[in-house]
């Protein structure tokens, strides 16, 4: 099986200097109106960067990542380059509330990740966006699980669709999840699955740490996300998800 790895990022790792993007990447930022826009999108791709010059092994330098760029597909999904080439990495990006996740893998693997601050869910979001089995797993779950696990299965609905590259342009009814363990313990990744009513079968991984839900899909079995250690030597204040 593959090795997926997982790196996560907050606006205070951020460097105020944009030294360490591209320039077109200066020019994207620049044309971004809104300030939350703008925050969001430089965590987003100083994580990614961070992520892909780890698996790289880049030089440990801020201006290696800049020889890296973070560019949109025509599906909107993110794309690693280096030099102007295809990096060699799949990539899937996620926000929440000021914190950034990026996934790596194999670069011929489809990959979607998906970060989730646990918050309550209303009853006509679920009603709307799960399919009947989903909705009786969350209204099995105890009274104080079950924003958790609709969390969850939110957040493996998301990271699905980013393998199939549509997003929430395509009904979150159409890609079901299945969970063989629905413990939601701390700290470790639980398998998970999705089969979608087009007929592809994923497989993912999922864990609870901290407030926040973090959901790994991919096209092929992998084994449990690798937390990637990012060192301190791209920016003195980098921290590292152990």
Not at 87 to 96: K, Q, R
Not at 104 to 113: D, F, M, N, S, W
Not at 214 to 219: A, F, G, L, M, Q
Request: with cysteine; charged share 25%; hydrophobic share 40%.
């Amino acid at each position: 099986m593959i090795e997926v790895y997982w790196f996560e990022q907050t606006e205070a790792d951020v460097p105020v200097e944009n030294d360490w993007l591209s320039p077109d990447e200066i020019r994207r930022l620049n044309d971004l109106r809104f300030a939350k826009r703008r925050t969001d999108w430089r965590l987003g791709r100083w994580t990614a960067k961070l992520g892909v010059a780890n698996c790289l092994t880049l030089a440990d330098h801020l201006q290696s990542l800049a020889r890296i760029e973070i560019r949109a597909s025509d599906a909107g999904a993110p794309e690693a380059f280096l030099a102007g080439r295809a990096a060699g990495a799949s990539i899937s990006l996620s926000h929440s509330s000021g914190r950034a996740a990026c996934a790596v893998t194999h670069p011929e693997v489809a990959l979607g990740c998906d970060l989730e601050k646990v918050e309550p869910r209303s009853r006509s979001f679920v009603r709307d966006y799960f399919t009947a089995d989903e909705q009786h797993l969350i209204a099995s779950s105890t009274a104080s699980d079950r924003s958790r696990m609709a969390t969850l299965l939110w957040s493996a609905k998301e990271s699905a669709l980013k393998v199939l590259r549509t997003g929430l342009r395509l009904d979150t009814r159409c890609v079901v999840v299945s969970l063989s363990d629905v413990s939601l313990g701390p700290d470790e990744w639980h398998p998970l699955e999705v089969r979608c009513l087009s007929g592809h079968h994923f497989y993912g991984w999922w864990q609870h740490r901290e407030g926040f839900l973090r959901t790994i899909v991919s096209s092929v079995q992998a084994n449990p996300p690798v937390c990637g250690e990012i060192p301190g030597l791209f920016y003195r204040t980098v921290r590292h998800f152990a």
